[in-house]
Each structure stands twice: as structure tokens, then as C-alpha cells.
């Protein structure tokens, strides 16, 4: 683990309707409150239609409250979208951004992804913005390739270590219990870690999280990993214990 402070992020994905939500949210709360500092930061991402439920019930506590997705424009004829401010506006104070499933459902595209980080960095927001590669691309050989150019598109100029998150999901490894070796991840991060400091005077103190099944049995291992800042958690964000487990074993 390095010296950054780590940050354990959940993503919950379309799940939960308000009474699960409430309880998940209010119960890891009552955990983070119960044990103190724990030596990193914990952030969940509910469905958004929740934040502002999810902010009420993990007020005063160290869990803080992201959106999944944002759109570019500040407000507008975009039926059906939201934009940063407000996510902000609901007490959010961070945005998964460019997450795999987005970019397969809603072609969406690293250029897009980088407008929405701007618009997210405008309205106040962190940025956790993913990169990865699918399992044709790592088999071709290309993943450092598709990873950098993601990386370049995706995260604007004048990101900082403050306001941007870069999170390393391999596309194989997300709901699929296949989780990428230490030594792949190794790779990757070393190679984001290098591409942010050539771009960023503060790219050494950006966190990178690792995101791809990660569970209680694998967490430790994979965030003893250098350069490996934290996780970013699909599945088992949704089950309190395991969630919580993770957490411990980033801290
Ligand atoms: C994710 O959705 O970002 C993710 C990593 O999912 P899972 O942990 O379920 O693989």
C-alpha cells in the first residue's frame, strides 16, 4: 500500500430500492462511527434516485455519497439525465465516471467521458474516472494501449490529485469473480501512475483504486499491491459485512 490514504468506494450499481438503501447505507455508518478513524476514506455510490436519502442517514459520519453518472451539460433538454450540480446539490460529493458498463450500454466514449469530468470538476464534484481493458484487448496484447489512451481522453487538463480518482477496472474481472493477478495489476498501475505524472505536477498523489470482484478473500492481497490506492467495489459493496471487511483490510 502506499503512503496515499487509501479510498474504499462502493458502487451499487442499479440496485436498492429506499428501505435496502437506507439500511445498507445507515449500517455501514454506524460501523465507520463505531470504529473511528480508520486510516481511509469510504465512499458509496447509490442508484442517484437514493442520494438524497443516503446523505440524511450518513450525515456527521465518515461515509461520504457519490453519484454513478453525470451528464456534460450543466442543465438543459437532456431528458432523463442529471447533472453534476445536481448530484452536488443532493449532498454528493463525488462521480463514478466513463464505468465500464456506461461505456458498453451508452457508447459512451472517452471524449465524453472528459466533458463530464469537466462539467463534474465545475460543479464542486470528485471524479472517479474509469479505464480498463476487455478480455479480447488484454489477450491482443493491448492493454497498457487501451488503458493510457483511455487515460489520456478521459481525464482532463487541469485534473488534480484533490479532484480526480482514476479506478482500474479490467472489464473480465468486473461481476465475474475473475479477479486480475497481483502482478497484472501491477502492471497497470504502474503504467497510470507514470502517464499521470508526466501530465500532472501532483500525479504522484493521485489514488488509483483497483476495481474488478473484489471480496474479503482477495482485498488484502490486492491492496498490498504498489501504486494500488484503494478499491472500487461492485457486487460485494451490497453486503455490509463483506463491504466492511474490504474496508478493513484497505485501512
Ligand atoms: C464495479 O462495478 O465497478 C465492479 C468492480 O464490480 P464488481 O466488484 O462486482 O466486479
Known sequence: MSQIRPLVAGNWKMNCLRTDGVALASGLAEKANAKGDLGCDILICPPSTLISDIVTVTDGSAVSVGGQDCHFAASGAHTGDVAASMLGDLGASHVILGHSERRAD???SSTLVRLKAMAAHKAGLQTVICVGE??????????LAVVNGQLAVSVPEGSTAQNTVIAYEPVWAIGTGRTASVTEVAEVHAAIRAELKIR???GDGFRILYGGSVKPSNARELMAVKDVDG??????????DDFWQIIESCA
Open 106 to 108: 451508452h457508447a459512451e
Open 134 to 143: 476487455t478480455e479480447q484487448e488484454r489477450d491482443l496484447g493491448a492493454t
Open 231 to 240: 478499491a472500487l467495489v461492485g457486487g460485494a459493496s451490497l453486503k455490509l
Open 200 to 202: 500532472f505536477t501532483d
